[in-house]
């Protein structure tokens, strides 16, 4: 069955660090790859997304994630983290084929701290 | 952007009522929904996947008389968790892609999620 991993369970940061977010899902087919962020209190927002192409994908608010095939990662990153970065993060993934659901690693929580 | 609108967003419920969830697809038709369960500090799990004018398909471990899932159209589906109790307390989300040859290449879009506490 398909499984995605997130390492991290909580990252804390300072603000301006850098942010690497781990990701590695079991699965030998053609996927999907998603980032969402869930603040607090809020809805599941999409972060970036990976269908074909560029590997390197640009997000929103500065995130970007690569897709390493070889690897099966899709870890994101950011260069230069905000207090306003404090989050649940999830990596998902979707086999590309039909409707199919997305599939959730565990999540990472991100604490940035001024 | 497609929006998916869930609600109740927050819901109180006395043990053994019921409890009906509505998520919509307010700008796209889909004909396939998505519920998930969220615990705490906890990733989403998916509890089934709902088809519009077919039985849902629940994943293993979920029963599927205790969470009654309807279909009825391409831009509404209702999760009602019966004879509630509380170890049903949880956040529940749903999820919807638009089933068009528009939202090939999309990604699911997500309800504001149903924060459910039975007492």
């Known amino acids: 069955a398909q499984s995605v991993s997130q390492h991290n369970h909580h990252v804390i940061l300072s603000e301006a660090a850098s942010l690497e977010l781990g990701c590695n899902y079991s699965y030998g087919g053609t996927v999907n790859l998603f980032w969402y962020v869930q603040y607090p209190g809020q809805h599941l927002q999409l972060l970036l997304k990976y269908f074909s192409g560029d590997p390197l994908v640009k997000g929103i608010k500065g995130f970007e994630a690569e897709f390493i095939k070889s690897k099966f990662s899709f870890n994101l990153r950011k260069p230069s983290v905000q207090w306003s970065d404090t989050a649940e993060y999830f990596c998902?993934?979707?086999?590309?084929?039909?409707?199919?659901?997305?599939?959730f690693g565990k999540g990472t929580r991100l604490s940035v701290i001024a | 952007g497609a929006v998916v609108s869930q609600h109740p967003s927050r819901v109180i419920c006395k043990s053994g009522t019921s409890v009906k969830i509505e998520c919509r697809s307010l700008?796209?038709?889909?004909?396939?929904m998505f519920w998930y369960r969220q615990f705490p500090k906890k990733s989403l799990m998916l509890m089934a996947t709902s088809n519009e004018g077919s039985k849902a398909t629940y994943e293993q471990g979920v029963e599927k008389d205790k969470f009654l899932i309807n279909h009825a159209s391409l831009t509404l589906s209702t999760l009602t968790v019966t004879s509630a109790h509380p170890e049903d307390s949880s956040f529940y989300i749903c999820?919807?892609?638009?089933?068009?040859?528009?939202?090939?290449?999309?990604?699911?879009?997500f309800g504001q999620g149903t924060r459910l506490t039975v007492v």
């Open positions: 998902a993934v979707r086999l590309n084929s039909g409707n199919t659901p997305l599939v």
């Open positions: 999820s919807a892609r638009d089933s068009g040859p528009e939202g090939k290449n999309t990604e699911a879009f």
């Open positions: 700008d796209f038709q889909a004909t396939t």
